[in-house]
């Protein structure tokens, strides 16, 4: 078992971070049975995502990966049955790029940057220069991929 280092973080091996990942994907499965995502209304489907995000923003104080893997897994396939609906559907993300949460707020732009380049670009942008570690540094790291052509964003 690990040991918490001086500044009181978890430290993990590599068989733990599997181990978490490996149960994240199984309770993020059961979890999604909930939902029947092809037959949910867009209003729907928003409030899933935005609570999906929320939920993982509050793991960056309490340290929770298996909670943040689970949730980012709700994000894809939220995102996933968005893009089989088209680009309108992909669209219906811009609502967030004004919300209080900066997570929420990076989620949606990142996954709607190839359907409303300059809008999600600068909602990047202005998170990017925010200063907010965790949100500022995600937005700055995805504007850099997308800027040097190594981004994957779909």
Partial sequence: MSDDDDDGF?????EELHQIRDQALIESAK????????????????????????EQYDTYVDDDLKKYNINYNIMIAVNDELKARGVQARLSLLRFFD???????????????????????????DIAK?????????????????????????
């Fill in 10 to 14: 978890h430290v993990r091996t590599i």
């Fill in 31 to 54: 979890e999604l049975e909930k939902y029947d995502l092809p037959s949910m209304c867009i209003d729907d489907m928003m409030a899933l995502f935005e609570h999906a995000c929320m």
């Fill in 99 to 125: 919300h209080p949460n900066l997570q929420v707020r990076v989620k949606a732009a990142t996954l709607t940057y190839r359907v409303a380049p300059e809008a999600a670009r600068r909602c990047l942008d």
């Fill in 130 to 154: 925010a200063g907010f570690p965790d949100q500022s540094l995600a937005a700055g790291m995805t504007l850099r991929a997308i800027d040097n052509g190594t981004s994957m964003l779909t």
